[in-house]
């Protein structure tokens, strides 16, 4: 269920992109103006990006193998990486295109119809990012949610740009329009300096979130019935999977038997309330607590 959603969402951001990139090329070339050129070459990045998000969703649904034991989870970041290095480099291009702008002094044309279109590509733009931001977070993917992110800074570029070039027409100050055009770059230069951040924190092994955490101590002490302690206890995100181990302290006449329905038991709540959980446990006797873990109730 899970995989063929997400392929089915990056095949979405895709065909978001290119309707987007045409409508906002289209009121691009209607008007000539360089900050409407900067949306557009922002939404030239949502389109690789897409393309890339497609293939790492299907390289990081591929199960583990004799070279990658531990599954292909972490290849969702490299997604996120690429799209923020792509950020970067589009906003080196809408300097450019600025300065020279701002030099030659270029005039730019502005009618309703070009307006509506930008509007309307803004609009789209912002429904899709919702709808990316809401699944990545409920199937805990790094890729969607460095898509979902990436789209918002998108709309808020969208939003000043429009404002801003009705005004630049309005007072007939035309170096508003390069000078937007600016601020549309740094704009999503921060929005690609936190994709690369958030990314790489994820290839450190980050732990999860602090409520995720929080959960996975709570069900610990719940469901380990029977145990003394739990300790030790080490949480790491990779992408889709969250990887668990820790110590279980137990009686010391307690049979391997009795010792591993407890496991078992641990093991079923939380990968019912932790999708993707990868959980070990070591057993220990009871001269091995530390008297400092988790207290089973």
């Not at 690429?82 to 291009?93: D, N, P, Q, R, Y």
């Not at 009871?286 to 207290?295: I, S, W, Y």
Request: charged letters at 20%; one cysteine or more; proline letters at 3%.
């Amino acid at each position: 269920m899970g995989m063929s959603r997400l392929t089915l969402l990056a095949f979405g951001s895709l065909l978001i992109a290119l309707i987007v990139l045409g409508l906002k090329a289209l009121a691009y070339l209607w008007t000539g103006s360089i900050a409407l050129y900067s949306d557009a070459l922002e939404t030239v990045i949502n389109v690789v990006a897409a393309l890339m998000l497609l293939a790492t969703i299907h390289w990081s649904s591929k199960p583990a193998d004799e070279g990658h034991p531990y599954g292909h989870h972490k290849a969702e970041y490299f997604s996120a990486v690429f799209e923020g290095v792509l950020i970067v480099l589009a906003a080196i291009s809408i300097f450019y295109e600025a300065y020279h702008s701002y030099f030659a002094k270029s005039s730019f044309e502005l009618g309703p119809e070009a307006l509506a279109v930008s509007g309307l590509a803004g609009i789209i733009n912002a429904g899709w990012c919702w709808v990316l931001l809401r699944e990545g977070r409920r199937h805990r993917s790094p890729a969607l949610i460095a898509d979902g992110r990436h789209l918002l800074a998108d709309v808020i570029s969208s939003i000043g740009v429009i404002a801003g070039i009705i005004v630049a027409k309005l007072t007939g100050i035309a170096v508003l329009d390069p000078l937007l055009a600016v601020l549309v770059a740094l704009n999503i230069l921060w929005s690609g300096w936190v994709l690369i951040r958030d990314s790489v924190s994820g290839l450190m092994d980050a732990a999860p979130s602090a409520d995720v955490v929080a959960r996975i101590k709570t069900i610990i002490a719940e469901q380990g019935e029977g145990a003394l302690e739990a300790h030790e206890l080490r949480m790491r995100q990779a992408g889709r999977a969250t990887f668990i181990d820790f110590h279980l302290v137990v009686p010391g006449d307690f049979t391997v038997s009795r010792a591993h329905e407890i496991c078992d038991r641990i093991e079923r709540r939380i990968e019912a309330e932790i999708e993707g959980s990868v959980i070990t446990i070591h057993i220990e006797p009871e001269d091995e607590a530390q008297q400092t873990g988790l207290v089973v109730l």
